[in-house]
């Protein structure tokens, strides 16, 4: 079975902020307040007082995939409200509410932050601040998961403690009986294939409407009107000069300056930064020519499909932008093409640090990524400038922040392995092997004919019986076995002898971020306190060197 360990990364205050688009401050409010423990929930100790009178504590769980369109919460609001009734009926108590709000399950890829947080709750036997966790309450189990993996891992982290119970709008299952988890297990799979065949429909889709020269596009591009095939005078000429402007030689900072301050945000109403320019300008709709998967749409005659909507620049002019853009330098310091790109991070927090100035004027953090760049002795993180969705207004010494915090990295990594307990091997792995082995001769001999039916079912019934026996005797092996202590491992010689690339991947396994604030001005002083690493949670997969 799959690993149950939640690959989620713990929050911080001054975690990187998120783009704000139209209602979304009070979308977030309405998030914020379904999730964690539900107002209506009794305080700890009345809680376990109805628990030892048979109600059992149990989390909700609520999930939409797709909320572009209102931009409400609706969704989630609605499940929660439908996961308090089925608690009702099934005399459970709801102590604690996880919610992921546009976000798939079915998708490669996508982070459920509080998925990953449920999980860590069902393994630990409790909710982050101390109440029992007897089960859990959802509209439905494809809210959960819709592929096998994901539900193996909510069954591993579900029946890690006895006696719990699953309701949903369909009834309440023991997940604990093996014909359960195989109907949960057929029904990842079912949807699993439902939502392959359709991303397949879609696709096709897609390509049928891109080959007949139609607008795809679910919202308004930028510099078009709401039909999406006449030009927005006034947008269309800002996009028009910043071509203009790089095929002139001026850089893609000030073509993204002149966006900026042209009075025209972007068709969602954000203000322009370098990368969104750099996007725009590359997108062959500007030509009239349209890209699905990386490439242009092209007719039987292997011709690029021209739209059905105005084009803004010529072909020509389009191919110079993107043959232009495609030799940039990426952010971060390399050619994204080059010989350097396959070394890995080019400094050893790069993509961890983050700036903590505060901003006007609520005094938020910045949030944004600090990239590391070359001085004249080493090398220092400085933030992203406004147009990269930074502050540009703060920088740190790199040798000292990473010495900082490799020295931080290097205490935890020997704390963990100093109380990391050491489990004697399973002394019944040869008589498993052993006893799967007679299992598959004993179906092999079958298969020819060599025993007859009566025979086969009886001595199968009598393997399979071992099999379930010394399998639950290798998984309860860890719980009747009391570990001791692991010897120290040689921590510090381990990563003195690790590349820059190595020493980056265990940072980024053990940290969610390093938090760089604002010190005295005019001091040069390093100041340790100023940089506050962010841990990853300790329930995450262990780290070794």
């Known amino acids: 079975m799959a690993d149950c360990e939640p690959s989620g990364l713990s929050k911080s205050p001054t975690g990187p902020r998120t783009k704000r688009?139209?209602?979304?401050?009070?979308?977030?409010?309405?998030?914020?307040?379904?999730?964690?423990?539900?107002?209506?929930?009794?305080?700890?100790?009345?809680?376990?007082?109805?628990?030892?009178?048979?109600?059992?504590?149990?989390?909700?769980?609520c999930r939409i995939s797709n909320d572009r369109h209102r931009k409400d919460g609706h969704g989630v609001s609605d499940q929660a409200q439908?996961?308090?009734?089925?608690?009702?009926?099934?005399?459970?108590?709801?102590?604690?509410?996880?919610?992921?709000?546009?976000?798939?399950?079915?998708?490669?890829?996508?982070?459920?932050?509080?998925?990953?947080?449920?999980?860590?709750?069902?393994?630990?036997?409790?909710?982050?601040?101390?109440?029992?966790?007897?089960?859990?309450?959802?509209?439905?189990?494809?809210?959960?998961?819709?592929?096998?993996?994901?539900?193996?891992?909510?069954?591993?982290?579900?029946?890690?403690?006895?006696?719990?119970?699953?309701?949903?709008?369909?009834?309440?299952?023991d997940l604990y009986n093996e014909d359960s988890a195989r109907r949960s297990l057929l029904g990842a799979a079912a949807a699993r294939a439902e939502s392959a065949k359709q991303q397949h429909r879609a696709r096709l889709s897609?390509?049928?409407?891109?080959?007949?020269?139609?607008?795809?596009?679910?919202?308004?591009?930028?510099?078009?009107?709401?039909?999406?095939?006449?030009?927005?005078?006034?947008e269309s000429e800002v996009v028009r000069r910043g071509v203009h402007g790089l095929l002139a030689g001026e850089t893609l900072t000030a073509v993204a300056q002149g966006f900026a301050t042209s009075g025209y945000p972007t068709s969602l109403g954000n203000p322009w930064q370098?990368?969104?320019?750099?996007?725009?300008l590359r997108n062959p709709r500007l030509c009239g020519y349209r890209e699905l998967g990386g490439v242009l749409v092209c007719d039987g005659d292997g011709e690029p499909v021209i739209g059905r909507w105005e084009p803004i620049v010529s072909h020509e002019e389009w191919r110079r932008v993107t043959r232009l853009l495609g030799g940039q330098r990426h952010a971060g310091g390399w050619h994204r093409q080059g010989p350097d790109q396959s070394k890995g991070a080019p400094y050893l927090l790069t993509g961890l640090v983050r700036c903590g100035r505060p901003l006007p004027p609520?005094?938020?953090?910045?949030?944004?990524?600090?990239?590391?760049?070359?001085?004249?002795?080493?090398?220092?993180?400085?933030?992203?400038?406004?147009?990269?969705?930074?502050?540009?207004?703060?920088?740190?010494?790199?040798?000292?922040?990473?010495?900082?915090?490799?020295?931080?990295?290097?205490?935890?990594?020997?704390?963990?392995?100093?109380?990391?307990?050491?489990?004697?091997?399973?002394?019944?792995?040869?008589?498993?092997?052993?006893t799967t082995r007679r299992k598959t001769a004993l179906q092999e001999q079958w298969h020819e004919g060599e025993i007859s039916d009566s025979v086969y079912f009886r001595l199968l019934a009598e393997e399979e019986v071992e099999i379930k026996r010394l399998a639950n005797d290798q998984r309860n092996w860890p719980v009747r076995n009391r570990p001791g202590l692991r010897e120290n491992t040689e921590v510090r010689a381990d990563w003195a002898?690790?590349?820059?690339?190595?020493?980056?991947?265990?940072?980024?396994?053990?940290?969610?971020?390093?938090?760089?604030?604002?010190?005295?001005?005019?001091?040069?002083?390093?100041?340790?306190t100023l940089v506050i690493p962010v841990w990853r949670t300790m329930n995450s997969p262990a780290t070794s060197v």
């Open 362 to 434: 609520d005094g938020q953090p910045c949030g944004a990524s600090m990239h590391g760049h070359p001085t004249r002795t080493s090398h220092e993180y400085r933030c992203r400038s406004a147009l990269d969705g930074g502050c540009g207004r703060l920088s740190r010494q790199g040798r000292a922040v990473d010495d900082l915090i490799t020295e931080y990295a290097l205490s935890e990594l020997e704390r963990r392995y100093a109380s990391a307990p050491t489990i004697a091997p399973w002394p019944g792995a040869r008589e498993l092997a052993l």
């Open 82 to 173: 439908h996961c308090a009734r089925i608690a009702a009926r099934h005399r459970m108590i709801i102590v604690h509410r996880y919610v992921d709000n546009d976000r798939s399950a079915s998708k490669v890829g996508v982070q459920r932050p509080d998925f990953d947080a449920m999980l860590i709750a069902l393994r630990n036997g409790a909710s982050a601040i101390g109440y029992p966790v007897d089960g859990v309450v959802c509209v439905s189990d494809d809210r959960l998961y819709r592929d096998v993996g994901t539900c193996q891992r909510f069954l591993q982290c579900f029946i890690a403690h006895p006696s719990r119970a699953y309701a949903d709008d369909f009834g309440s299952y």
């Open 497 to 528: 002898r690790l590349a820059t690339a190595a020493r980056h991947t265990v940072l980024r396994s053990l940290l969610d971020s390093v938090i760089i604030l604002l010190g005295v001005k005019g001091s040069h002083r390093f100041d340790p």
């Open 206 to 234: 897609h390509r049928a409407r891109a080959e007949r020269g139609e607008p795809v596009s679910t919202r308004r591009p930028f510099g078009w009107n709401a039909d999406r095939l006449t030009l927005h005078p006034g």
């Open 274 to 280: 370098r990368q969104t320019v750099k996007q725009l």
């Open 21 to 61: 688009r139209g209602q979304t401050s009070e979308l977030d409010l309405l998030v914020d307040n379904l999730r964690g423990v539900p107002d209506e929930t009794p305080a700890l100790p009345e809680a376990l007082a109805l628990r030892d009178a048979g109600w059992r504590l149990v989390v909700a769980y």
